[in-house]
């Protein structure tokens, strides 16, 4: 079965050279469901979703996810398949600079698997964290598995096919995750796909104490300031921000637990643990998010 969707995807891979400017609607009535002028029906039955196509390229030894459209949604270096490829992707690592996985229980969740970079990563380095990934669309699942590497689930290794809405608004999730990391965009890749406060809430309720939420933004377009706002609001206004980065991501990390009250020196030396340990560049984190956000400069207070 696997071999034959494949074998589907591949026929179907086209190296995307133009900008689509179409629009794809994310959700359609479910059948059964009224139209105008129908009698009511006794249930009203659930939206199912309409998923835009899943597509690939690929371009200097990079192969990247795309849902249709030239906006990238993911990406992972052939040679170096386990590593994380893009920055902004990188900078969701950055509750590293907070948080240690090695504890017991460490259970990190990802909403939105996208080319399943992240997933790859907390599964392959922390040997001692459950790893969990929500996503809706059952096409990238098995891009995941198929085309990025993505491993079948394991003792450790948990992929649900589910709404991330529907994920954290269940009960049986409260203050039983460590990571929070957050990446749910649809094909026109502008701005996140859930972005309420309510929602953002919710995102809180699921998380320990000391717990950390790493969200991917879109700083150039006009759902970056609300959503910064709603995050804010959900979080008591604990929350920093990365600068921007290419294709005007920013990342901002959320906060719950006790205060955060430390000098920046004992971050850096955290962060040279991090380097050493995963590769991933925490140095540079430390310098951005000390430049980038106010009345921060000499310490980390928050």
């Given at each position: 079965m696997l071999e034959r969707v494949l074998n589907a995807f591949l026929d179907n891979m086209t190296l995307l050279k133009r900008k689509s400017i179409e629009a794809v609607a994310s959700r359609r009535p479910a059948r059964g469901t009224r139209t105008r002028g129908e009698a009511p029906a006794r249930e009203e039955k659930r939206m199912t979703p309409r998923f835009a196509p899943v597509t690939f390229s690929e371009m200097e030894g990079v192969r990247y996810l795309h849902f249709g459209t030239e906006w990238v949604q993911g990406a992972m270096r052939l040679r170096k398949p386990d590593a994380i490829e893009l920055e902004y992707a990188q900078q969701m690592m950055a509750w590293l600079l907070f948080l240690s996985p090695?504890?017991?229980?460490?259970?990190?969740?990802?909403?939105?698997?996208?080319?399943?970079?992240?997933?790859?990563?907390?599964?392959r380095q922390f040997s001692r964290a459950r790893v969990t990934a929500v996503e809706l669309n059952p096409a990238v699942i098995i891009a995941g598995r198929s085309m990025f590497g993505l491993r079948e689930d394991d003792a450790r290794l948990t992929v649900r096919e589910q709404d991330a809405w529907d994920y954290v608004m269940?009960?049986?999730?409260?203050?039983?995750?460590?990571?929070?990391?957050?990446?749910?965009?649809?094909?026109?890749?502008?701005?996140?796909?859930?972005?309420?406060t309510a929602f953002y809430r919710a995102c809180r309720r699921t998380l320990k104490a000391p717990g950390v939420m790493t969200i991917n933004l879109f700083g150039d377009h006009d759902s970056f300031?609300?959503?910064?706002?709603?995050?804010?609001?959900?979080?008591?206004?604990?929350?920093?921000?990365?600068?921007?980065?290419?294709?005007?991501?920013?990342?901002?990390?959320?906060?719950?637990?006790?205060e955060i009250d430390v000098?920046?020196?004992?971050?850096?030396?955290?962060?040279?643990?991090?380097?050493?340990?995963?590769?991933?560049?925490?140095?540079?984190?430390?310098?951005?998010?000390?430049?980038?956000?106010?009345?921060?400069?000499?310490?980390?207070?928050?």
């Open positions: 090695s504890v017991e229980e460490f259970h990190v969740v990802q909403l939105g698997l996208g080319a399943a970079a992240l997933t790859k990563f907390c599964h269940d009960g049986t999730h409260a203050g039983a995750i460590d990571v929070l990391q957050v990446d749910l965009y649809d094909a026109t890749a502008r701005g996140p796909v859930l972005d309420t300031p609300k959503n910064i706002e709603r995050i804010c609001d959900a979080f008591d206004n604990r929350v920093l921000v990365f600068p921007e980065v290419h294709d005007g991501n920013v990342i901002a990390l959320a906060f719950n637990g006790p000098s920046w020196e004992v971050i850096e030396a955290r962060a040279d643990v991090v380097e050493k340990t995963t590769g991933l560049p925490a140095r540079d984190w430390v310098q951005k998010l000390r430049a980038a956000n106010a009345r921060q400069e000499e310490r980390l207070k928050i």
